[in-house]
């Protein structure tokens, strides 16, 4: 036997080690809330947040396109075999029976509509309610909103559950996208780097739509119905705990006194606004109305297999990432063109969708959807940035309502494509449908000219920098002023290894460096 005091020394070592071990975790943990903290990190770290819930946001919208018309089907055949065994049976509760095939086609536009559908009308309400409360609280909303759609996807046995699971995520989506651009537009205040950041967020934007339908395809042919989705949920629910662990929704103290948003009716009657939110509805036209009616016509007159319908708008990710980055850099040089871009990008829509019914081809067909694609991406990348702007000298700089404006402008566009394109198809067709499409964005294009003079406006202006000239009235009002005070001096806050706030000299101010790109 080893004697007691040997015993007694190894615990006591044991105790110590563990002791210094749990020391050094707190440590490393207080020196990562710092860094944490920190503005420049936390903005990329909101950036990749946000960024994270808008890929969820567009692979689910998008990841049911394989999946759901064929699961539909198979349920659809479960009846009818369970009908056609059961003959006498009187099948009084509704859940069995035979849809025909015209209800059932549009069953399933309902469906891929209802989400865009409650996006629209829930969108005025989220944008006010992100005004009033700040942007952290209705992203988290968002994400477990999304989670729990994503969960009932993945167990959904009938219609109607689908149905509540997509509206699900129409509301989930309303307070996520909306909150998470807005995010942005506040943190990134400097309008090339508020370029920039939104620019990334489109691509993931793309990168969510167009990569979610093989995703979902592969994993659904190979896997079965609820792995996509349990895949997603996982990533969703990964993203809200980092939202609820960086941003910290329901501790943040400087949202008590936040400025009041202009209300939702009196942006949307802005002139320059409005021009926008068109700009935004015309040009995403071609895209929502060509999702569910260019695999028809594919099979039609090209006789496509499965794979070249299911490939066909993953090539078109590349001139969109290509087009938000090209828009960036022309907008970080030359920021007085702004409209220039957009316009430019009206016109290549409107060129490629009527050079879209001339294909003969897979290979074909490929070029012009990459064009629609590189259009949007300089409408959007161009447009999106100026609505905070706008939002920035002619009214209080509160991004809420300005871009729940912006996401209701997408969802008057997809809550119509899968509803009406398919009757416009049947009554006109697709020449014809692609043709109106086209010309649509040519003619809206000159409409942009009324934005030519926008970047001339002053932002000293607005109404939230006259409000603060008077004086603080508030914790947020005297955190802004002071933070405007240390800028006129010339310095800049920094966090020394203690946690200690120090001011540091700079060679110039920021309103100084920013002030002449509006002049």
Request: charged share 15%; net charge negative.
């Amino acid at each position: 036997m080893e004697p007691e005091g040997s015993t007694e020394g190894k615990a006591s070592n044991l105790a110590q080690s563990a002791a210094s071990k749990l020391s050094q975790m707190g440590e490393r943990t207080k020196q990562l809330g710092n860094v944490i903290q920190e503005p420049e990190k936390q903005k990329r770290i909101i950036l990749v947040i946000v960024c994270v819930a808008l890929l969820l946001d567009n692979m689910l919208y998008m990841v049911i396109v394989p999946i759901i018309p064929d699961y539909l089907e198979d349920l659809q055949n479960a009846a009818d075999s369970a009908e056609a065994a059961a003959p006498h049976t009187n099948f009084t509760n509704g859940t069995i029976h035979k849809t025909p095939k015209g209800n059932f086609d549009l069953q399933i536009g309902v469906l891929f509509a209802s989400k865009a559908i409650l996006q629209l009308l829930v969108n005025p309400i989220s944008g006010t309610f992100i005004d009033r409360v700040g942007y952290d609280i209705p992203l988290f909303i968002g994400l477990n909103v999304m989670f729990l759609s994503t969960l009932i996807f993945a167990f959904a046995e009938n219609y109607a559950t689908l149905f509540l699971a997509r509206s699900m995520q129409g509301l989930g989506s309303a307070f996520a996208d909306t909150s998470g651009i807005a995010m942005i537009a506040d943190k990134y205040s400097e309008e090339s780097e508020r370029s920039k950041a939104l620019g990334i967020a489109l691509a993931f934007i793309s990168f969510g739509s167009l990569v979610a339908p093989p995703f979902g395809g592969v994993l659904y042919q190979f896997a079965g119905k609820r792995v996509p989705f349990l895949i997603l949920a996982c990533i969703c629910l990964i993203d809200g705990i980092l939202c609820l662990t960086v941003l910290k929704p329901f501790s943040n103290r400087e949202r008590e006194n936040m400025p009041v948003g202009t209300p939702i009716y009196k942006l949307m009657i802005d002139p320059y606004i409005a021009v926008v939110a068109g700009a935004l509805i015309i040009c995403n036209i071609p895209l929502a109305f060509l999702e569910p009616t260019i695999a028809n016509w594919m099979e039609d007159t090209m006789h496509a297999t499965q794979w070249q319908i299911g490939m066909t708008w993953f090539p078109a990710f590349f001139p969109h990432v290509l087009g938000v980055y090209l828009t960036v850099k022309l907008a970080a040089k030359y920021p007085h063109l702004q409209w220039f871009y957009g316009a430019i990008g009206m016109v290549f829509i409107g060129a490629s969708s009527c050079t879209v019914p001339a294909c003969k081809t897979f290979e074909e067909l490929m070029f012009p959807l990459c064009g629609i694609c590189f259009g949007i991406a300089f409408v959007d990348t161009a447009l999106l940035p100026t609505l905070g702007f706008l939002v920035d000298v002619r009214h209080v700089s509160v991004y809420g309502s300005v871009y729940a404006i912006a996401d209701i402008s997408y969802c008057v566009a997809y809550a119509l494509g899968p509803v009406a394109a398919g009757q416009i198809v049947h009554n006109l067709g697709f020449v014809q449908l692609n043709l109106g499409m086209g010309l649509a964005n040519v003619l809206y294009a000159p409409a942009l000219l009324l934005l030519k003079n926008v970047t001339q406006m002053k932002p000293s202006r607005s109404e939230r920098n006259m409000l603060l000239e008077d004086g603080p009235t508030g914790l947020y009002d005297t955190i802004k002023m002071e933070q405007r005070e240390k800028k006129r001096k010339g310095l800049c806050t920094t966090i020394d290894e203690n946690g200690i706030e120090t001011f540091v000299q700079r060679s110039f101010s920021e309103e100084e460096s920013s002030g002449g790109e509006y002049a």
